[in-house]
Nanobody, 125 residues
Framework: QGQLVESGGGLVQPGGSLRLSCAAS????????IGWFRQAPGKEGEGVSC????????YYADSVKGRFTISRDNAKNTVYLQMNSLKPEGTAVYYC??????????????????WGQGTQVTVSS
């Protein structure tokens, strides 16, 4: 049975950086568009970023554009989310999800059919 495991979360000061990883086992990520979605307590969830499988198109939510970078390493069957210049409003549980559907630079939900367990990111001084 397939599994997604996120890692790399933690406590970071505002302005700091973290790199989240999403490692897949039991299936190959190559075949799927993949996304990162975050959920903060009491707030609506947000599709942060996702990447297609066909042409490598990427999508970023306006709230993270210019600060976050999504990438995939097919050899390692892993997807990354590099997060720079983190803000307190970035505090949330970050989930990796596969098969997120259509991804264009201007439109994507980053909501898929298969999810990891999430990793907590806390941005606080």
């Amino acid at each position: 049975q397939g599994q997604l495991v996120e890692s790399g979360g933690g406590l970071v000061q505002p302005g700091g950086s973290l790199r989240l990883s999403c490692a897949a086992s039991g299936f190959t990520l190559d075949y799927y568009a993949i996304g990162w979605f975050r959920q903060a307590p009491g707030k609506e969830g947000e599709g942060v970023s996702c990447v297609s499988t066909s042409d490598g198109s990427t999508y970023y939510a306006d709230s993270v554009k210019g600060r976050f970078t999504i990438s995939r390493d097919n050899a390692k069957n892993t997807v990354y989310l590099q997060m720079n210049s983190l803000k307190p409003e970035g505090t949330a549980v970050y989930y990796c999800t596969t098969d997120v559907g259509i991804v264009t630079p201007h439109r994507a939900t980053c909501i898929g059919d298969f999810w990891g367990q999430g990793t907590q990111v806390t941005v606080s001084s």
